[in-house]
């Protein structure tokens, strides 16, 4: 429950005969807080031999968040489920060794992440997005509505795209082409026209492919995942189909919408933001294959297996090397307007970026950071160094709240 102390701008001096107890007015909070803080007034008074009307008592003027009182303003984290277990690490690194306490990572998908993060400036909205694909040209539009000008983008390292499943099921080498034929809405129908994708079994597709339903557990269309997955592998498979080649050529945009567009008969099975999900379905149905990123296959290695593409294994060298054919880049956005007013926004930015978290040893390598060469994570770092010293000196943005104020000592009445 979110809790707003109002308090007066009253003082409350070691003499009784001087004592003032300010009303207290607590905002959308339960009956028993109202009474206990009546009962400290009515104390107060009583200790010192005399009365005190809370009726004649001012109105309140100063505004004081509760959690102000009894806990430091956290940072907030949103966006892909991907990136989440290594901003949870840097997070938990972070309030260990540090003045500030671990942030809050929320798994919303990067599309969820990014209407959340573009809604407000403050303290109480997140600070940072987590996400698997680089930030669109609606979502810049939607951050500038609010007053976020330009989130300044951290690009943390690799991540590959894997189909995995069970280690008891068929092992998989497919190609991007097979991989569009299994999962694509509408196929080509011989005749100049489209019709409703027939294929039941990965076999129906080539013979030399297991006799195993078509059945693909993956993320949701407000995952980043799911947009990585649909331009890298739907879209470059779809090229494998003369139909889809030609229409590309003609028309670009009708051929990514065709590309792009993934059934929904059943054959694929949305499992929300949370590849743990998928890693769980893949336990439970030998028939099931999930899309997921590299770091979640890595994890669990002794229970699911990861196919191939086009003969290459999803391995770390592979995809650091860009060998493995679905790879891609994750990041996570800051913004800007937040740093000056969110207690260790930019403490937590420069440990995530410090060469023991994301570098070649560093521990995110444990939780399947795919790193970026060193002369891509130096140019970052610099970057982002000079825009969080700046910070420091910058003027609060006017859509921004005032950081709290609190007198430690207010004059006496």
């Keep these: 429950m979110s809790i707003t102390l109002l308090l007066n701008e009253q003082t409350l001096t070691r003499s009784c ?69 290594f901003s949870t690490t840097v997070a938990e690194q972070f309030g260990a060794i540090s003045e500030h306490p671990a942030p809050i990572v929320e798994t919303t998908g990067t599309g969820g992440g990014f209407k959340a993060f573009c809604n407000a400036i403050g303290p109480d909205e997140p600070s940072i997005i987590n996400a698997s694909r680089k930030i669109k040209d609606g979502e810049r539009a939607l951050c500038l509505e609010a007053g976020i000008v330009d989130p300044f983008e951290i690009k943390i390292g690799y991540d590959g795209i894997v189909l995995a499943n069970g280690k008891s099921g068929p092992d998989l080498n497919l190609t991007k082409t097979e991989i569009f034929l299994a999962l694509a809405a509408e196929l080509p129908d011989g005749e100049g026209g489209w019709r409703a994708n027939p294929h039941r079994y990965w076999n129906d597709i080539n013979p030399a492919l297991p006799s195993m339903r078509i059945l693909v557990s993956g993320p949701p269309p407000t995952s980043g995942t799911r947009d990585a997955f649909a331009e ?144 891509d994570r130096s140019a970052i770092r610099a970057s982002a160094s000079q825009i969080l010293t700046a910070s420091k000196n910058l003027p609060l943005s006017a859509n921004a709240p005032s950081p709290l104020q609190i007198d430690e000592d207010l004059p006496a009445r």
């Design 232 to 375: 890298i592998a739907m879209e470059r498979g779809a090229l494998g189909v003369p139909e889809l080649a030609a229409l590309q050529k003609a028309d670009p945009m009708a051929f990514a919408a065709r590309a792009r567009e993934i059934r929904n008969d059943g054959a694929w099975i949305d499992s929300g933001e949370n590849d743990s999900s998928i890693i769980n379905t893949l336990l439970r149905n030998e028939d099931a294959v999930g899309v997921l990123g590299y770091s979640f296959l890595e994890q669990n290695l002794d229970r699911v297996k990861g196919g191939r593409i086009s003969d290459i294994a999803p391995t770390f060298e592979n995809i650091s090397t860009g060998e493995y054919g679905v790879s891609r880049s994750m990041y996570f956005y800051v913004k800007r307007e937040n740093l000056p007013i969110v207690p260790g926004l930019s403490d937590y930015v420069a440990e995530f970026i410090q060469e023991d978290a994301w570098g070649p040893d560093g521990y995110l390598i444990e939780k399947g950071l795919i790193p970026l060469p060193e002369e």
């Design 17 to 85: 005969h001087t004592t003032q107890i300010s009303e207290h007015q607590v905002l959308n909070t339960e009956q028993i807080l109202r009474s206990l803080l009546a009962a400290i007034a009515m104390f107060g008074a009583a200790a010192c031999g005399s009365s005190t009307d809370l009726a004649d008592v001012p109105e309140p003027d100063i505004l004081v968040p509760i959690e102000g009182l009894g806990g430091a303003q956290k940072i907030k984290i949103v966006g892909s489920s991907t990136v989440a277990p």
